[in-house]
């Protein structure tokens, strides 16, 4: 996904009047503003609904640092704001398990990019069977 620069211009501000913190924050920016929102990272734990996709697919989808890495680089992404692999979260029907596989993706989401904040940021994901509960 490539933004036109009124668009990187729009998320900046709204990232300023959102979480002034991210004003500050240190990026890769080349000054070409490529930024790419990816859904389509994942853990073994959820990826069970994926059982038919490719090995490579799957390496893919498991992957930070490596390939998708390399791949950004040979296109010119500068940032990647990561997201759990539909269905993620919302292929859990119970509520608990639900909300506990959302804390652990989640967890382990941060800290796969949390050396490498340059180049990664993530969206959570969240378990609506509880509004409030996932609010918190
Ligand atoms: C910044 O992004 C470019 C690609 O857009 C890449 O070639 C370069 O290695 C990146 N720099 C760092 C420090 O990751
Ligand atoms: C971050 O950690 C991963 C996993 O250990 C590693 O492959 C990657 O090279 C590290 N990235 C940086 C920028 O240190």
Same mark, same amino acid.
């Given at each position: 996904m490539r933004l036109a620069p009124s668009s990187l211009a729009l998320l900046g501000s709204i990232s300023f009047i959102t979480t002034p913190c991210l004003a500050r924050r240190k990026w890769?920016?080349?000054?070409?503003g490529t930024i790419a929102f990816e859904e389509n990272w994942g853990v073994p734990e959820i990826m069970g609904p994926l059982a038919g996709v490719s090995a490579q697919l799957r390496a893919d989808i498991l992957d930070i640092h490596n390939q998708r890495l390399r791949r950004m680089d040979e296109n010119g992404i500068d940032f990647m704001i990561l997201s759990c692999a539909t269905?993620?979260?919302?292929?859990? @029907? @119970?509520p608990s398990i639900a909300a506990s596989t959302a804390k652990s993706v989640n967890d382990q989401l941060a800290s796969q990019i949390s050396n490498n904040t340059f180049r990664f940021g993530a969206l959570a994901a969240l378990s609506m069977h509880d509004p409030l509960e996932a609010g918190m």
């Open positions: 890769n920016d080349t000054g070409r269905p993620c979260i919302q292929g859990i @029907s @119970s």
